[in-house]
């Protein structure tokens, strides 16, 4: 398993992709500047399903560093029939490593870092406290 270093960055994805036509391109593209619009506005910010137990395991992992950080429930963002959560979801689909779960995924100062498995990796070989700390989400 990989580990996500400390300059990963979002990049731009790979050319636009196909979702019926223009207006579904245009749509993917709106979608991606609100992943890094929101993923970029604080020092850590999960994106998550409220029951995934995975997503809260990464809550618990990061509360318990003493981060406080920003959590989007994407299940609870299709309030009124919208279909926010699955534009997201395409966007992290697409930063997201060949087999790699897309819920939960994380940002640590505006970086992409990864999903579960990636944070776990990064906090058991001593990596995460130092990411936290140069994105300003640790104070020690």
Not at 108 to 136: Q, R, S
Request: with cysteine; charged share 15%; aromatic share 4%.
């Amino acid at each position: 398993m990989q580990v996500a270093a400390k300059t990963t960055e979002i990049v731009p994805l790979g050319g636009p992709i196909a979702v019926n036509g223009e207006a579904g391109t245009r749509k993917l593209e709106d979608s991606y500047e609100l992943v890094r619009r929101l993923a970029s506005g604080k020092a850590v910010v999960v994106f998550s399903m409220s029951g995934c137990c995975m997503c809260t395991v990464a809550k618990r992992l990061l509360f318990g560093l003493g981060v406080g950080p920003t959590i989007i429930e994407l299940d609870e963002l299709d309030v009124g029939g919208g279909s926010a959560s699955g534009d997201i979801q395409a966007v992290l689909k697409q930063l997201a490593a060949e087999g790699q779960q897309t819920i939960p995924t994380m940002f640590v100062g505006g970086k992409y870092l990864g999903g579960i498995e990636t944070l776990m990796a990064c906090h058991i070989n001593g990596t995460l406290i130092p990411l936290l700390k140069d994105a300003g989400a640790l104070w020690l």
